[in-house]
Structures are given as C-alpha cells and as structure tokens.
C-alpha cells in the first residue's frame, strides 16, 4: 500500500492502534530476519564443533546490520586509525575530479622537495 493510499484509508487513531500492537506483536521485514537468523543459529548450533567454537552462536551472529559490541568497538577502532587519513584522501580525489570535470582544472608547478 502506497503512503498516499494509506493517509487516505487510515486515519490517526487507527494508525496509533496500529502502532500499538507492532509493539506487542512485531512484524515486518526486521521480525522476519529475526525468525530468520533463530533457524540459523539454531542449525548453526547443532551443527557446531564445541573444541573449535566453545561459544553457541547467537541470533545477532546472522545479523550483519546488528553489530555487536565487540564488532562495534573494532570499527571504531580501525576508523580512528585509519578514518581520517582515508577521507582526507577521498575528499581530495573527489575535489580533483569536480575540478576536472567542469573544467577548472588548473596545471599547479610542481613542489620542490
């Protein structure tokens, strides 16, 4: 259903009912992935060697999206140590190609070194 179709066949207080009970009872492509990712554990888990993996797999485990706190802290990380210097470089190669496309390209001397 169209967001326009919607607005004309849903009014305010219906849509709060609606609001309402997805919190009771979630649904939609997120609660969908979840079911999703409980089958996946839960075959993951049968299946797993306990020498090798120790730990049970968990539902967020499937969930690329739903970074753990570990995965989390490793991006953050590797962000601070390489983020900036990353951009930076980007931001100067984009500025270049802008400058070159619309034709400001100017021929700039050479540093010495």
Do not use: C, H
């Amino acid at each position: 259903m169209s967001v326009k179709r919607a607005m004309r066949e849903i009014d305010s207080r219906e849509f709060a009912e609606w609001l309402a009970y997805s919190s009771l009872e979630p649904f939609g492509p997120e609660r969908e992935d979840q079911r999703a990712g409980m089958v996946a554990a839960l075959i993951a888990n049968v299946n797993r060697d306990p020498a090798k993996r120790p730990e049970p797999y968990d539902v967020e485990d499937f969930f690329p999206r739903y970074d753990t706190v570990e995965r989390k802290a490793a991006q953050a990380e590797l962000q601070r140590t390489q983020g900036p210097d990353l951009k930076s470089k980007l931001m100067t190669w984009a500025a270049a190609m802008a400058d070159k496309k619309s034709g400001k390209s100017e021929k700039r001397p050479k540093r010495e070194e």
